[in-house]
């Protein structure tokens, strides 16, 4: 079964506003998540890293002030596209990882995002 | 600056026969390497990396990759194709841009078919 739950699947809005979403590990504390994104024509980008209780650690080029992700918990993370565009409209994927280095990275599902 | 290059867009394997999916990369410094896999209707998953050590890596599912360094390649490799193998692979590659910052590239994805 899953093991990342990331909410909401699919979601559109209008331009300009804030989105949030989460990505739950079910089964184990997730001590470092990741955000990925990935572009209509398949690419793939690695947005941020996060830690928990720690600011999360963007890639080169991600805008931190546009994609706020929150690690508050072992079991929470959450990203924010803040003032949304049609530009932002993505497939944006969470994955979570166990804070040994030999345990696996689980991903969740990704949210569908467009913006109207 | 980082990139990484799959050559080809699609791979077909008959199942049985070995699989390689090929990827080259370049950095300015000793690379982290990685390959995830997306297969259809059940989302992105992590398969390998190499950091540093033995340049053979074993990931999930039967699959290893080789880093050359010589040719700058991270090939992924599985003995015997399962159609079950059939899926969407990324490579990636991971380094310090001269701005002091991470910086994850992925390559644009090579789609395996697994013929039965």
């Known amino acids: 079964g899953a093991v990342v739950s990331q909410h909401p699947s699919w979601v559109i809005c209008k331009s300009g506003t804030s989105v949030k979403i989460e990505c739950r590990s079910l089964?184990?504390?997730?001590?470092?998540m990741f955000w990925y994104r990935q572009f209509p024509k398949q690419s793939l980008m690695l947005m941020a890293t996060?830690?928990?209780?720690?600011?999360?650690?963007?890639e080169q080029g991600v805008e931190k002030d546009k994609f706020l992700i929150n690690h508050a918990s072992l079991t929470l993370s959450t990203l924010t596209v803040t003032s949304a565009h049609p530009e932002d409209s993505s497939f944006y994927i969470c994955?979570?990882?166990?804070?040994?280095?030999?345990?696996?990275?689980?991903f969740g599902d990704g949210t569908r995002l467009s913006i109207l | 600056a980082q990139s990484v290059a799959q050559p080809e867009d699609q791979v077909n394997v008959a199942e049985g026969n070995p699989l390689t999916v090929k990827c080259t990369y370049s950095?300015?410094?000793?690379?982290?390497l990685f390959w995830y896999v997306q297969y259809p209707n059940r989302g992105l998953q992590f398969l390998l990396k190499?950091?540093?050590?033995?340049?053979l890596v074993k990931g999930s599912y039967g699959f290893e990759a080789e880093f050359n360094k010589s040719q700058t390649s991270f090939h992924l490799k599985k003995p015997s194709a399962l159609v079950s193998d059939s899926a969407l692979y990324f490579c990636?590659?991971?380094?310090?841009?001269?701005?002091?910052?991470?910086?994850?590239?992925f390559g644009a994805g090579t789609r395996l078919f697994v013929k039965a």
């Open positions: 996060s830690n928990e209780g720690s600011k999360a650690t963007y």
């Open positions: 950095v300015s410094g000793n690379p982290y």
């Open positions: 990636a590659v991971r380094d310090i841009e001269d701005t002091g910052g991470f910086k994850t590239i």
């Open positions: 089964d184990f504390q997730a001590t470092t």
């Open positions: 190499y950091i540093t050590g033995d340049n």
């Open positions: 994955s979570a990882k166990g804070g040994f280095s030999n345990q696996p990275q689980h």
